[in-house]
Nanobody, 115 residues
């Protein structure tokens, strides 16, 4: 069974940092581009960053220069390093393939940026 499990969220003050982790089943990780998505209260889920199996990464304009996505193929894990966090980054963060696959949405991890 394919699984995607996110972790690393929490409460952080504005300007702080967090690193999110996503462990994915090897069956999807080995062949897929991966993405981090987020959904804030009352808003639609949006793509934050994507990373192909090989090649360049892409970011939403709102996080460029602050977030970094990277992957460890040996560990079947994709990470999202988030720096200079802002209150508007508050959301539930999910990882999935890119394009997203409906069956792979997990529970996500809550990120709250607040003083």
């Amino acid at each position: 069974q394919v699984q995607v499990v996110e972790s690393g969220g929490g409460l952080v003050q504005p300007g702080g940092s967090l690193r999110l982790s996503c462990a994915a089943s090897g069956s999807i990780f080995s062949i897929s581009a991966m993405g981090w998505y987020r959904q804030a209260p009352g808003k639609q889920r949006e793509l934050v960053a994507r990373i192909p199996r090989g090649g360049s990464t892409n970011y939403a304009d709102s996080v460029k220069g602050r977030f970094t996505i990277f992957r460890d193929n040996a560990k079947n894990t994709v990470y999202l390093q988030m720096n200079s966090l802002k209150p508007e980054d508050t959301a539930v963060y999910y990882c999935n393939t890119h394009p997203a696959t409906g069956a792979y949405w997990g529970q996500g991890t809550q990120v709250t940026v607040s003083s």
